[in-house]
């Protein structure tokens, strides 16, 4: 069977990232087995959640999945029915952030410029940047507050 583009993406991007298939389920919720099929190429459409798990977990644009798939009318749907909400995000402003956030940043970008390699801190910080924490409401009400919203 010959690879499919979204297979190739998936197997290099995991490779990226430097986490195993089990790591990035366990991490994301992704279903293991589907991830082994999506990157065998027995697999080649997805449903919309699998897709949105699949492009969180893999640090990437829905859009990048969902063109790997064949399918930008399921991107186009999500863009047309958030269009609003996605507004809100540009409201999230310096002030918004702890000051601990800024300075990860600030020293992200200095290291950047000296050309330093960040692939071990990108590393250390991809496990909580895409790992659920079930029952943990605080992130949620500090994101709905920085972006002005009463409810989540």
């Not at 279903?31 to 065998?40: E, F, I």
């Not at 644009?61 to 995000?89: C, Q, W």
């Not at 002030?95 to 992200?108: F, R, T």
């Amino acid at each position: 069977m010959e690879p499919t583009p979204l297979s190739i993406f998936v197997r290099e991007r995991l490779t990226e990232l430097g986490v195993s298939q089990s790591e990035f389920c366990r991490l994301t919720g992704f279903d293991q087995g589907l991830l082994s099929k999506v990157q065998s190429s027995m697999v080649t459409n997805l449903t919309l959640e699998s897709a949105l798990r699949l492009s969180i977990g893999l640090c990437v644009s829905p859009k990048k999945v969902f063109e790997l798939l064949g399918r930008m009318e399921l991107h186009n749907l999500i863009v047309t029915a958030y269009a609003i909400d996605m507004g809100d995000l540009t409201r999230l402003k310096a002030d918004d952030l702890p000051p601990s956030v800024l300075e990860i940043c600030h020293m992200a970008v200095r290291a950047h410029l000296q050309e330093h390699d960040l692939e071990k801190i990108r590393k250390a910080l991809y496990p909580m940047a895409v790992a659920h924490r079930p029952n943990d409401d605080r992130n949620a009400g500090k994101l709905a507050a920085a972006r002005g919203r009463d409810e989540w």
